[in-house]
């Protein structure tokens, strides 16, 4: 097995892993950006106040887009079993 596959499944799984968590962690950021910006207008000082809406943003997240996330992860994994054979060619 060459450096060239190992290196180009170890992107394809960085690159799935980054699509599955951008939409939590993009939420969970502009959430968190406009708790601040309310924090700062009103001068509440309580630095709690941002978890609820944040595990509220990405628990929505998860239902709404766990459709596509399971197949984006299915489809990955399909891809995976189906190369075995090409792998062990390489070898």
């Known amino acids: 097995m060459d450096n ?3 290196i180009e ?3 394809q799984a960085v690159k799935v892993t980054l699509m599955l968590a951008a939409p939590m962690l993009l939420g969970a950021l ?3 950006i406009l708790v601040s910006l309310f924090q ?4 509440i000082n309580e630095q ?5 809406p944040k595990i ?3 628990v929505l997240a998860l239902v709404i887009l766990s459709p ?3 197949e984006t992860i299915t489809s ?6 189906v190369n075995i054979p090409s792998v062990v060619m390489h070898r």
Do not use: E
């Open 4 to 6: 060239g596959f190992v």
């Open 9 to 11: 499944i170890t992107n």
């Open 30 to 32: 502009i959430v968190g």
């Open 40 to 43: 700062a207008v009103t001068q």
């Open 48 to 52: 709690t106040l941002s978890f609820i």
């Open 56 to 58: 509220v943003v990405i």
């Open 68 to 70: 596509w996330m399971m």
């Open 76 to 81: 990955f994994t399909h891809d995976l079993y």
